[in-house]
């Protein structure tokens, strides 16, 4: 699925969106390295620390799908320039690669294209511990 049409993907799921306390919707998209698209919006909770982001919505819908490996991740926000994934969710990602590639857009149009090793260099890894 090309560039485009995956940014208005999660435009789209961002609408489903449960964000009563912050306003603040996002949309995500990962795509697995088979060409699986799994998609995720963010879920607010009343108890804040229990609220989970969009791009970790859509991991985790992918791995309980039986996905493990991804290669890109979209994500998609109401924010002055192209919308990052916050550090836990950087976290997240970078447990299923180093490689996967980000594009960061907002609903103005602006995108950036990064990687998961550029926005969390030297990354917590459970690999380096043994």
């Given at each position: 699925?090309?560039?485009?049409?995956?940014?208005?993907?999660?435009?789209?799921?961002?609408?489903?969106?449960?964000?009563?306390?912050?306003?603040?919707?996002?949309?995500?998209?990962?795509?697995?390295?088979?060409?699986?698209?799994?998609?995720?919006?963010?879920?607010?909770?009343?108890?804040?620390?229990?609220?989970?982001?969009?791009?970790?919505?859509?991991?985790?819908?992918?791995?309980?799908?039986?996905?493990?490996?991804?290669?890109?991740?979209?994500?998609?926000?109401?924010?002055?320039?192209?919308?990052?994934?916050?550090?836990?969710?950087?976290?997240?990602?970078?447990?299923?690669?180093s490689d996967i590639?980000?594009?960061?857009?907002?609903?103005?149009?602006?995108?950036?294209?990064?990687?998961?090793?550029?926005?969390?260099?030297?990354?917590?890894?459970?690999?380096?511990?043994?």
């Amino acid at each position: 699925m090309e560039k485009e049409k995956l940014i208005e993907l999660a435009k789209s799921v961002r609408k489903r969106a449960y964000v009563p306390y912050s306003n603040f919707a996002v949309g995500a998209v990962v795509v697995s390295k088979k060409g699986e698209v799994y998609t995720g919006c963010n879920v607010e909770n009343a108890s804040y620390g229990l609220t989970v982001c969009a791009e970790r919505n859509a991991i985790f819908k992918a791995v309980s799908e039986g996905e493990r490996e991804f290669s890109l991740l979209v994500v998609v926000g109401d924010t002055e320039g192209p919308c990052m994934p916050c550090g836990a969710c950087r976290q997240v990602i970078r447990e299923f690669g180093s490689d996967i590639k980000i594009i960061a857009a907002n609903l103005s149009g602006e995108s950036k294209e990064t990687t998961i090793a550029e926005l969390l260099p030297e990354a917590f890894d459970y690999n380096d511990l043994k």
